[in-house]
């Protein structure tokens, strides 16, 4: 029986997995294979968005630890650099590297947690700039056929904190991305009007590369989206919910109660699941039974303390759900990933299957 992952999560909940092992070495992914007894492992990142169960985890949880990153020019374009990215690396790591060798593309999601493989798997996103833009390449191992197989952007069914491998997250263990980045000393247009208020500028221009990451941490930081190491905030697993997209009758009416509403795509509307939470009663700081607490500074995130547990946890994210369902009609869906029962798992081995997609073998030109 393997080590406990409350090690391996934000959150510091979860029981022992049958089988753990830890993937350091790019080389040895073979070896990794070999080890596993089980032909649909979990592949576990950084841990920053996972709730694990407080049983034991049947079958093989694999740690991603990889580390790397290289910078190579696209010789059709040499305004475009790529850069290739061993899945362990920690995302913020990749974020200061880019801005070190004045690429932009990454800058808005500095400060968020987790490996730069798990990027992809939520398609992680912040101020308007998610992993999709950038991705050009991931290098992954598929489970069901023992293939290395290469994926480009477009094969990756990404939308909006989702992908093909959320939606199959037994099929897959990502290796190594390649994000394709413009060589340039300013950032991508700012998108969102309160970042652009911190830097002194307006929506649509390019503020210098290093200003826009440097507003983006402080702004993460004042609004409690950067977890620190220590104090009541630490242990926590970002956003409980997604925004949910809510119909024209639901916007109408949210919309005259004063919601923040933006656009989803198709002329639908998005809901801040926060505002939802704290129209139905809470707060920052707020209480939320078993140990779980809304965080210090911002109520969508939750937190745990002694002596809740993971099934704990979990009780209290389906109440909130119940309530915001009961005051709205709007069913909320969670964010982080749940490994093992009582919840998540069950739906993933057995959910349906994303569109088939060409699958390139990895030594394929």
């Not at 407080?54 to 475009?80: E, F, K, Q, Y």
């Not at 939606?167 to 263990?173: C, T």
Request: net charge neutral.
């Amino acid at each position: 029986m393997g080590e406990s992952l409350s090690s391996y999560t934000t959150l510091r909940l979860g029981g022992p997995a049958e089988q753990l092992l830890i993937h350091t070495d790019p080389s040895a992914w073979l070896d990794t294979v070999r080890l596993a007894d089980s032909r649909k492992p979990f592949t576990l990142g950084g841990g920053s968005s996972t709730v694990a169960s407080d049983d034991l985890i049947p079958g093989t949880v694999i740690h991603m630890a990889t580390r790397g990153i290289t910078a190579r020019r696209v010789r059709a374009d040499p305004t475009m650099v790529d850069l290739v990215c061993a899945a362990g690396e920690p995302l913020d790591n990749v974020v200061d590297f880019a801005l070190n060798e004045k690429l932009s593309g990454l800058e808005y999601l500095a400060g968020i947690p987790g490996t730069i493989g798990a990027g992809p798997v939520q398609n992680t996103g912040a101020y308007g700039q998610e992993i999709a833009d950038s991705l050009y390449q991931i290098t992954a191992y598929h489970w069901p056929t023992a293939r290395m197989v290469r994926l480009y952007g477009d094969q990756c069914a990404f939308r909006y904190r989702f992908s093909r491998f959320k939606r199959e997250p037994l099929r897959w263990s990502i290796l190594e991305v390649v994000l394709r980045l413009r060589a340039s000393p300013t950032a991508a247009p700012l998108g969102y009007q309160l970042l652009a208020d911190a830097l002194g500028a307006t929506v649509g221009t390019c503020p210098p590369l290093a200003e826009a990451v440097a507003a983006v941490r402080e702004d993460r930081l004042s609004r409690g989206l950067a977890p620190t190491a220590d104090g009541s905030d630490a242990r926590q697993a970002g956003s409980a919910f997604l925004d949910p997209v809510i119909s024209h009758e639901q916007s109408r009416h949210t919309r005259l109660i004063g919601a923040p509403l933006r656009p989803a795509g198709f002329g639908g509307r998005r809901v801040s699941a926060g505002w939802l939470l704290e129209r139905v009663g809470h707060r920052p700081r707020a209480s939320l039974g078993h140990g779980v607490f809304c965080s210090s500074r911002r109520t969508l995130t939750l937190t745990a303390t002694e002596p809740t547990t993971s099934r704990g946890f979990v009780a209290v994210v389906e109440r909130l759900r119940r309530e915001v369902d009961s005051a709205f009609g709007i069913r909320l869906e969670d964010e982080p990933v749940y490994l093992g029962s009582p919840q998540g798992t069950e739906a993933a081995r057995t959910g349906p299957d994303a569109p088939a997609v060409e699958q390139r073998d990895a030594d394929s030109p």
